[in-house]
C-alpha cells in the first residue's frame, strides 16, 4: 500500500513559521508531480503548493512570497516551509502525489496547522 507520511504540523503564534514534511516511497517522488493542500473547517480542500520532478513550482495567490516548496531527491521527501503565518492559514495540509509511475492520485493522512495566539 502506497503511504505518504506528512509531519511539521502544530500550533504557531501568528508571524512564526513551520516547515511541513513528506516522505513518499522512491518510484512516487520521481515520477510525480508532488503538492501540498490544505483543507479549512467547514471548507473544500484547496491547492497550496506544487513542485514538478523537474522542479518547477506552483503556489496559490495568498501563500506566494510567504511559503516555499522544494523536494529532496536524496530523501524522497517534500518540503512547505511557511513563514510568516497567518490564523486563515489554520487548517490540516495534505501531501499529495499526482499520476506518474502510477494512474493516480495518491494521499497523506494530513497535518494540522493551527495559528493562534
Known amino acids: 500500500q502506497v503511504q505518504l507520511v506528512e509531519s511539521g504540523g502544530g500550533l504557531v503564534e501568528p508571524g512564526g513559521s513551520l516547515r511541513l514534511s513528506c516522505v513518499a516511497p522512491?518510484?512516487?517522488?520521481?515520477?510525480?508531480?508532488m503538492g501540498w493542500y490544505r483543507q479549512a473547517p467547514g471548507k473544500e480542500r484547496e491547492l497550496v503548493a506544487t513542485i514538478s520532478t523537474a522542479g518547477s513550482t506552483n503556489y496559490k495567490d495568498s501563500v506566494k512570497g510567504r511559503f516555499t516548496i522544494s523536494g529532496d531527491n536524496s530523501k524522497n521527501t517534500v518540503y512547505l516551509q511557511m513563514n510568516s503565518l497567518k490564523p486563515e492559514d489554520t487548517a490540516v495540509y495534505y501531501c499529495?502525489?499526482?499520476?506518474?509511475?502510477?494512474?493516480?492520485?495518491?494521499w497523506g493522512k494530513g497535518t494540522l496547522v493551527t495559528v493562534s495566539s
Open positions: 522512491r518510484i512516487i517522488f520521481t515520477t510525480s508531480r
Open positions: 499529495n502525489a499526482g499520476p506518474g509511475y502510477f494512474a493516480t492520485n495518491f
